[in-house]
Structure formats: C-alpha cells, structure tokens
C-alpha cells in the first residue's frame, strides 16, 4: 500500500515526541487512523487488520498514554462490529470524531472547574506537560491575573516547553529544577498535575509526581490532577504503565563503566494524595473515583492486550 | 605583592568549583591560607590585612561553607593573639595544621560509624557530592560489599561526579535523575547526605536534600547526614546560606522572555528529620546536637560578619 509508509512515518514522528501530554497525541493518532481508513480498496477484515496493527504500532510508540488505548479499543470495537467496509468506514468515522469532540469538550469543561481553583492574584504550581493543564491555565489566564512556577521536569525537561508555551500566552513564569519543589512550593497557593493514566490503585503521571505530592501534602498546598475519564483503564495497564522504561543514554549519555543509568518513567500516586481529581463530570474524590470506576465499562480489546503490557 | 596574583587566582579556581564537597574546599582554602603566610617581608598588620581579605575572598567565592568560615575565623583569632611576626607565623601554621588534621582525622571517624550502618550486601542511597559520604562509603567498601544509587543533583550534577568517583572506586553504581528519587528509594536500605552547615534551626545541604529526607520519612527509609562538628556556624549564618542563590543562566542558558528561572542552592532540614547525624564524636541525635552547641563556643571573627552574610 502506497499509504503504509506515511502512516509508519506519522507513528515515527510520534513514537520521538516525549514533551507532548497524552491529550495531544490522540489528537495526532485520530489523524493517523483517518489516513487508514481513507486507505483505497481494502477489504472489511484488510481494514480491521490495518487499523489493529496501527493501534499495536501506536501503543508500541507510547505504550503509557491511556487515551490512545482507550481511542484504539473503542475504534477496534467499532470495526467488529460492522458487516460490510461501508459500515466500518461509518462507524470508525463517527468513533472518531465523537472521541476528538470528547476530548475538547472534556479540556473545556476542566479549564472551567479549574479557573474557580486559582485565587485572584495567586502564584499556581504545575508540574511536566499536559495539554489539559496548559489549556486550563490559559483560560483562566483569560479571565484573572496569577502566576505559574515550573519545574524542568527532567530528564525530557518537558517543564521548559511548559514555561514557554505559558510565557508566550502572557503568563509570567517563574521557572526552577525539580529538586528545588521543596524551596519553591510555600510560594504556591495551590498545584497542577495531568495524568497519564487513572485505574483503582491511583493516577499515574510522569515521574516526580509521587515528589510533588508529598511535599504538596507536607506543605499543607492543594494538589489537584486534572484529566478527562478517558484517562481510565483497566487496573492490570496501570501497572504496567508504572514499570515502563526508557533507555538511560536520555538520561546520561556516555555515562562511565560500572555505572547503570536507571530512566524510568511514571510515578503512582493514591488518589488519597489529591485535593481532587478534575474531569469533566466535576471535581471527585477518593470514594467518588471508586464509584465511576464502578460505573464506568473500562476495556481494552482484545487485539491490544499484548501491546498495552510494557513488558 | 608577586604572591598577590597566584592567590588570586586559587581563590578563583575555587570559586568556578560547584561540584566539590566542602571538606574539600576547605583542604584547597589551607593551601591558599599558607601561601599568604609565605609571603616575604610583611609587617604584622599587613599580614593580619592579607589573611582577612584572603579569608572574605573565599567566603565571597562560597558563601556557604561552614569549614571555610570556621578555619578562616580560627586562623584570624590566631592572628590577632600573636605579638610579632615570627609569633603568628607559627600560631597560624599550628591552626591551618590542627584544621586540616581534624578534617581527615573526622572523616576517617565518621567512616568507622557508617560502616556499621550499611548492612552487607544491601543498596544504598548517596546524594550530592560530599568528601565525607564518599571516603566513608569506600572505606565501607574495602570490606563489605553494597552497591550505591545516586542521583543527578541538578543543575550542577555533581551526582555524576559522585557516581563516577564510586564506579571508578570499584563500587556498583545505579544513576538516575532526582525527581526519580520516590521509585528508586524503595529498593535502598539507608540513606547518606553530607552537610554544609549545621545549627539550631537544623541541616543546609544542597537543594533536593529536603526531598529526599521526606521521602525518606514517608518510606520508613533511615537517612543520615554525615559531617564533622567543623560544620557548625552561628545561627544566623544558616538562615543566610538557606538564602544562598546563583545566576538562572546556570539552571537554563537562553531561558525565553517572561520567563524568570530561580537557582536557590540550599534547603534547610530540620534534625527530627534524620535518624542521625554522623560526626566525629558519633551518632548524634537532636537533644544531642543541641547540647553539642550549646557547649561548643560557635563564633565568627568580626572582620568576616559582612561576608559571610550572602544578602
């Protein structure tokens, strides 16, 4: 197919992007999966098979971003359940487009609760980079004045996109390493973090996290995680999402013999923790994130299961 | 002077040094003391001129170095004791001697307590670079075996100094960066920070330190700050040093307009905080500390108040 190519380019471009927050690289794998299905001549199961293998490429590419597992399954469904390529085309299409509007519609509806979060004037600390963070900030900023503290986020040092993105929109930035949370956060009335994940055990979110949230516990400072339910998954992903590595030359590139460089990447974090998770049914707490657990129908199809387990 | 410039210029090697630990600075700072006293044909008062503007030189260079303000005040209460030339010649080489003896003869104490408190064949954790974690953790190695993780200690990474001095030593080594510190420190046993000054209020050691001592706490992990009784300054010191800041360019070159990048140095912990502290009269504990103090005579010669003061 004259079309596998581009697409196995488009996976590539996303599998090297490690500043991006989980929200944006759906955005880019909805695009990814309408260039395969806009794919000519291909019959009901070549289909299924293509989009399967673009999804197993995909969570190959960021094995721990859970709207891409929950957009995957959700699109793989949709192709079951069709008997002919035109009801595929229908289904994955309207699939498609539901989960991108959800996914605005979700940022929205969080950047609302998360404006009646910052006081007037205040200085706010976020933490790596989300783009549900980002855009919340940045809608509040629209409509009061505060201050953000970053920190670096190492060893990708998403933090610094974070601080620019956020300078350019007019917020002024205050921005320091991690390892000076403890000094920096008395200053900050209230924290953000996104999420990468969210199961029973907790949230899992990009390393430091667990960092950030003692010391927002210790310090008596409001930590809230904002992120949309289609962060959910199933528990047994949540961990696997914990264990992943990535190699240590990002870390430490030429470090010397004798000298193992660890890179893992997401911390956990009991909802316990948190002030609040934010989404775009309300602010919920520990009991109230058990009951949508509950409630909610969270699966992974079965074509996934192999490439959602980082190990 | 001819001697005047080469001063001058060793004082300055040590001020471009961020990475080395301060036991090790102050050895460098005897040397530069020693040199002053070898200059030929001064008066008494020009010598006694020479030592203080030699002693608030280092302390511009590294304002917060609890050895080099104590041998710098020992060596100019000396000074001002002495009746002739001939006389503080030999009172000040006895105090540079009886320093730089104490400061190897402390380190050599300290590593016989931290042998026994790492149990073979376990992992344990370092962070920062200290001269006195270092000796005592090799001098542990040459007749037990453990392996140790250390962290980056951003921005100026002195923790890859402390993981290569270690490897170099025959030591395993685990590197990774600092917000990592939350999952790496499950898998160790005890953990090892040095100190750059010690009072009443608590310890100052590099920024990250209060991090990791809660961490440390919320694991059940036992932390230890290893430093000599040279370390104790006048109270007021230690809120100073806590203060102790560098240029942003050094935490990110070229950091975007709107953007204000904060490089604070130093976190202040407080003694409950630790299961010890390690010094050459043994294990400490707080109610001990604190009567350490208050028998030991903790003074600043007047001539260095102002520079020792970082505001």
Redesign the interface.
């Known amino acids: 197919m004259a079309n596998s190519q581009a697409i196995e380019q488009m996976v590539s471009e996303i599998s090297n992007d490690l500043t991006s927050g989980a929200a944006e690289l759906a955005l880019r794998s909805i695009n990814i999966f309408r260039a395969v299905l806009d794919e000519a001549g291909l019959e009901l199961t070549e289909t299924r098979e293509e989009l399967a293998k673009t999804a197993r490429m995909l969570l190959k590419a960021h094995p721990a971003m859970a709207p891409i597992i929950n957009l995957s399954s959700n699109l793989l469904f949709e192709a079951d359940a069709a008997g002919s390529t035109e009801e595929l085309q229908k289904r994955c299409d309207q699939a498609l487009t539901a989960f991108e509007q959800q996914l605005c519609n979700n940022a929205s509806r969080i950047a609302d609760y998360v404006h009646d979060l910052i006081p007037f004037g205040t200085t706010v600390f976020a933490y790596s980079f989300s783009s549900t963070v980002i855009s919340s900030l940045m809608a509040a900023r629209s409509r009061k004045s505060f201050r953000v503290v970053c920190t670096?986020?190492?060893?990708s040092m998403e933090g610094?996109k974070l601080?620019?993105v956020l300078?350019?929109s007019?917020?002024?930035?205050?921005?320091?390493?991690?390892?000076?949370?403890?000094?920096?956060l008395p200053s900050c009335r209230v924290a953000f973090m996104g999420a990468d994940c969210l199961a029973r055990p907790g949230l899992v979110n990009k390393?430091?996290s667990?960092?950030l949230a003692?010391?927002c516990r210790?310090l008596n400072i409001r930590l809230y995680a904002l992120a949309g339910t289609e962060k959910f998954v199933p528990d047994e992903i949540l961990f696997s999402f914990e264990d992943h590595e990535r190699p240590g030359k990002e870390?430490?590139e030429g470090?010397?013999?004798?000298?193992?460089?660890?890179?893992?990447q997401f911390?956990l974090i009991p909802f316990s923790w948190l002030s609040g998770l934010v989404t775009e049914k309300g602010i919920l707490f520990e009991k109230e994130i058990e009951k949508h657990i509950e409630e909610s129908s969270i699966r992974m199809h079965p074509a996934l299961e192999a490439a959602a387990s980082v190990h």
């Open positions: 670096e986020a190492r060893p610094r601080s620019k300078a350019d007019g917020i002024e930035v205050v921005h320091t390493f991690d390892n000076a949370m403890g000094l920096i390393i430091g667990w960092l003692l010391a210790e870390v430490w470090a010397p013999a004798g000298v193992t460089v660890v890179n893992r911390d």
